[in-house]
């Protein structure tokens, strides 16, 4: 197991993480190491296991089994060899903590409280505090180590392997072992393992694992191209910029894996009463031991001992400083298995109390793939002849809105004669076919070859593409960014949330206008440049309302910065969502934004039942236990015991479907 640590910078400002190896998890500054490396859960669970036995066997000989030796030092050596296994990580735990200045750790409540129980006899109780303590150890472990194992499975998609060229010659090594500078060969259908720079003419990438864009993404020569990319057509070339450990996909890993160092408040504050608690428990544990002296006339120091003792071991703040932060972990757990990384347990509870969603429209509640939406050809043309014209005409260009019209007309016709063929930037395109002039691109196009039309293009929502043949109008095709299928839902699921939505976009207002009315959007802007899109969060904010943004986390980084949740879609594809954005959306499902939401709610929810749940326990038998009418048995229930409920009760959001 790994232990992460970061620091937590200011909101929207870059975020850097200092990845330390370990092999503890962190409770209230404790670091519980009982290193489980790579072991199975029955080796986990051996100390305990072998411990259990012993003591089942010692209390068989005390209470069951009729014998005369089982007295003395033969018994408290078969108890001692029953405490040692569970007892001894602990005891050295304890010591580590003391060695670091930090005495009053639960730790040192466990050793001194079992220790305690066998001073004064009570050698089967010191054992069982100490055994059902490790068990709730190792539970708390695998809870951690799955959550981890379900991230780490989602996010490390790297190729173990890479071609490189060596001496022109094509040589396969592990991909840690390859270095900035080095070659790689890159099959079609392989998947690149670091980043680098293109040294092909150009090539063509499915970046769907990354951004879950299902769009292929064509890179040319020179441009950057990211770990986790599949290569799709040719053989491509290229040069290593990033150490392994630093690429893209690695980030985020570590990054995930640093979230439960920024913590939620609620978080914080258990770390902070724990560590005022624990003292004071201890310091009431010695006057309940003592002061009775001056009190009682028939005063027993033993039985007094032994109730400050069970109040010792009732006090211990496992079940709060373990669970806690274990049931952040598993809704970050959680958030993860979904597609959904969070950066830290305080955007799970900041995003509970969202108020209002503003999201950006493209790549956000719409594909950012271009389809084609109306085709309108004049009744004097031939429909089909114009579109191959059209498609032929369109391949020589690289522009989006080629790539929509070759995907709605399909297959391109090459025996068409297409001759003279123009760029005409800020226009479209020009040539001529079968010795006439086609025209393809805007209006202003139009415009410029003194071509009559007789339609109001400023009143079409979509993209409009105009097309001419032989200096006469033939028709349009309109284009437009479809609306993803789960957006609609999306809405919906946040108002029934009492969530409210909000759209604010760059593109024209007549488009974000159609899409807000097709989905339900309570407020939609357009026509809105990045400072304005400041400005119409801050008049929400303004209100007392809180706020989280989604975008891509690039152009809107200011928005995403002053939001109280930062989300971004698809943002493995760029260094500024990663730093800027609090939530990442890895497989751009808008869908993933309430549902982010609910599990936000869900872990605060768990959380304050494990809060409560420990407190009310503890308050009960902490009474009864100065009072003399609870024993070492209802000590354990009330600590370990709560402790194993709360940590079962957390890990129950990583089995949750949301």
Known sequence: MEKCCNTTPEKGQPKKHNHSEGDGHDHDGHDHSHDNGDQTVFQMFLPAIISFVILLLGIAFDNY?????FTGWVRLVWFLAAYIPVGLPVLKDAYKSIIKGDVFSEFFLMSIATIGAFIIGEYPEGVAVMLFYAVGEVFQTMAVTRAKGNIKALLDQRPDEVTIMDNNQPKTIKAKEAKIGDVIQLKPGEKLALDGELLSDSASFNTAALTGESKPDTKNKGEVVLAGMINMNSIALVQVNTAYEDSKLSKILELVQNATAQKAPTELFIRKFAKVYTPIVVLLAIAICLLPYFFVSDYQFRDWLYRALIFLVISCPCALVISIPLGYFGGIGAASRNGILFKGSNFLDAIAEIQNVVMDKTGTMTEGVFKVQEVSIAPEFNKDEILQMVNVLESKSTHPVATAIHNYVGDINYSIPLDNVEEIAGHGLKATVNGKELLVGNFKLMDKFNIRYDINHANIVYTVIAVAYDKKFAGYITIADSIKEDAKATVDNLHKMNVKATMLSGDKSTVVQYVAEQLGIDNAFGDLLPEDKVNKVKEIKAKNQTVAFVGDGVNDAPVVALSDVGIAMGGLGSDATIETADVVIQDDK?????????????????????????????????????????TMWEAVFADVGVALIAILNAVRIQRMKF
């Open 65 to 69: 089994i009729k014998q005369t030796w």
């Open 590 to 630: 808008p869908s993933k934004i309430p549902m982010a939401i609910n599990i936000g709610k869900k872990t605060k929810k768990i959380v304050w039942q494990n809060i409560i749940l420990a407190f009310v326990v503890k308050a009960i038998v902490l009474i009864l236990g100065a009072g003399g009418l609870a």
